[in-house]
């Protein structure tokens, strides 16, 4: 990953990849297009430390908490940089995605007629469809540079299985021109469950062996949400300089992300 980049971190509900965002945060990367369909607290992270110029979003929030007060801070102050924001719809992020993985240069869906959203995002046009005359949506395709995502399994050759709710990963990764793969573990052979997800090893440039490494948000069939971790986070984060300290002491005073979580326990934050 390298400044200036367009990426995605994705993950919906669970297998959110907080250790490759904190890695994103330790390298200090800077000038990135942050690209999620619901950013949460990872990329209130990512955006308080700095690393990002623009939010591409669908909706963001402290899940079951409130808000994203590191993100409202970028808009509203400007704080610790302007942060662009360019919002849409979960289907237009959806149909984007989809678009960017088939080669497309846009996708359409009925969505966005009536809505306000396309006074505020030029990305947002209608057509007309040359066989029924239906006006339709249509919104560029999302290909980032880079996509991040956590999965439960990979084998010794490469190839990645994640299963339950998958969002849009398998999507975002064939969109991009290059992922990285976060995983629980690494198994000499892949039993895939009903409706599990397999990418193979071509669409992956990397897969990194990072147990948890989806903490605080959850692994099926791993381990479970930490719903106390969020709470903690709108405390954390909504004063500058708690925000600073926590993420001084957790995030970059901390080698890799097990180091990161036994921080947590010792200090117990």
């Not at 990426?7 to 959110?16: P, Q, R």
């Not at 290059?178 to 009903?194: G, H, Q, Y």
């Amino acid at each position: 990953m390298h400044d200036g980049d367009v990426v995605a971190l994705e993950g919906f509900t669970h297998l959110i990849p907080f250790a490759a965002g904190h890695e994103i945060i330790r390298q200090g990367r800077r000038d990135l297009t942050l690209i999620r369909m619901t950013p949460d607290v990872i990329y209130d992270q990512l955006i308080g430390a700095g690393c990002a110029k623009k939010l591409m979003f669908s909706w963001g929030g402290n899940p079951g908490v409130g808000s994203l007060h590191r993100l409202r801070d970028a808009v509203e102050k400007q704080w610790p940089v302007p942060l662009e924001i360019e919002e849409h719809a979960h289907a237009g992020m959806a149909t984007a995605y989809a678009a960017g993985a088939s080669g497309l240069p846009f996708g359409l869906l009925r969505g966005y007629l009536g809505s306000d959203l396309p006074k505020y995002n030029s990305n947002i046009k209608f057509i007309e469809c040359p066989f029924t005359g239906e006006r339709l949506a249509a919104i560029p395709a999302i290909r980032p540079d880079v996509t991040v995502i956590h999965a439960q399994k990979a084998d010794r050759q490469g190839n990645v299985l994640l299963w339950g709710v998958t969002g849009v990963q398998k999507e975002a990764v064939l969109a991009a021109k290059r992922a990285i793969v976060t995983v629980e573990e690494i198994v000499d052979r892949l039993d895939a469950p009903m409706n599990g997800v397999v990418l193979p090893n071509w669409t992956i440039k990397a897969v990194c062996e990072v147990p948890g490494g989806a903490f605080p948000s959850y692994a099926l069939g791993y381990y479970a949400r930490n719903n106390a971790f969020y709470k903690k986070w709108d405390t954390v984060s909504r004063d500058q300089a708690s925000f600073t300290a926590w993420i001084d002491t957790h995030v970059k005073g901390t080698a890799d992300f097990a180091e990161f979580k036994r921080s947590l326990e010792e200090k117990g934050a």
